[in-house]
């Protein structure tokens, strides 16, 4: 899967990644749009986050996809959603 990444000093690029491991109570979602959060993702591009990061960082918290898989202990979504 591809994500973008930054180095919290201005710092951004595409790279593969690996797919997450899902836990129990998790879903993997594909993505559909993704969008850069001025309020935090900015701030941690910059880093002036007041949070320290793992550098890289994985950035796009603003997005929108389609559950493909999901842990076994998920009751109210299902892949499709």
Do not use: N
């Amino acid at each position: 899967m591809k994500a973008l990444l930054t180095d919290t000093r201005g710092g951004l690029w595409r790279q593969e990644i690996a797919a997450p491991v899902l836990g129990d109570y998790d879903c993997l979602v594909r993505m559909e749009a993704c969008l850069f959060c001025h309020s935090t993702d900015r701030h941690i591009v910059e880093g002036t986050f007041l949070s320290p990061f793992h550098v890289p960082s994985i950035l796009g918290h603003e997005s929108v996809g389609v559950i493909v898989d999901i842990g076994p202990r998920v009751r109210h979504r299902s892949v499709g959603d």
